[in-house]
């Protein structure tokens, strides 16, 4: 049975509609924790800091070494609830690509994950990003391509053309 879903992305692909969408679909209750979650719960002064997280006016997301230490204790809390009996759903942004996985990869070990990339045309990606007004424009054009690379799915939705609720569907599908 699957315990983990791992959704991974660029910024404004639509994961997070995504995420929610599976919630309703998916028979069982399943936690969403993303990314977000983790900057959101970090200090201020972790944001736009050299060890923490900060975005560069071009919309590059530099971590340092603070972060990596935190992002690295908040994935083994993520596994240590799928281990306990939740199912968890994570909305994820790989922005180190196959080494972002393989950092997950390492701590989820025996637990049964459904791997999913969330793919979105750069163009349509940036025009979300424009339109939300929270992200420093610039970032899903850097994010679109990168956080897939040399990274390895179970499954691929693309969110150019077809709704969250779609997407979710296709996924839920594929969760045994």
């Not at 979650?37 to 590059?60: F, H, K, N, R, W």
């Not at 790989?94 to 025996?110: C, D």
């Not at 990606?125 to 424009?130: H, L, N, Q, S, T």
Request: glycine share 10%.
């Amino acid at each position: 049975m699957t315990q983990v879903i791992v959704v991974n992305g660029g910024s404004s692909s639509g994961k997070s509609g995504i995420v929610r969408c599976l919630q309703a679909v998916l028979p069982d209750p399943w936690l969403a924790l993303g990314i977000d979650t983790l900057v959101e719960a970090m200090p201020a002064s972790m944001q736009e800091s050299d060890g923490g997280i900060e975005v560069a006016p071009d919309g590059e997301v530099i971590v340092g070494p603070e972060f990596r230490t935190l992002e690295a204790a908040w994935i083994e809390g993520v596994a240590a609830m799928a281990r306990a009996g939740a199912r968890v759903i994570v909305d994820e942004v790989f922005l180190g690509g196959a080494s972002s996985q393989q950092r997950w990869q390492k701590v989820l070990g025996e637990l049964r994950v459904l791997w999913v990339g969330v793919r979105c045309d750069t163009a349509v990606a940036a025009g979300r990003e424009v339109a939300r007004g929270d992200r420093t424009i610039g970032m899903a054009a850097s994010q679109a391509e990168a956080v897939h690379q040399g990274v390895t799915y179970d499954l691929e939705v693309d969110t150019t053309h077809a709704e969250a609720m779609e997407c979710a569907r296709t996924i839920a599908a594929h969760v045994k």
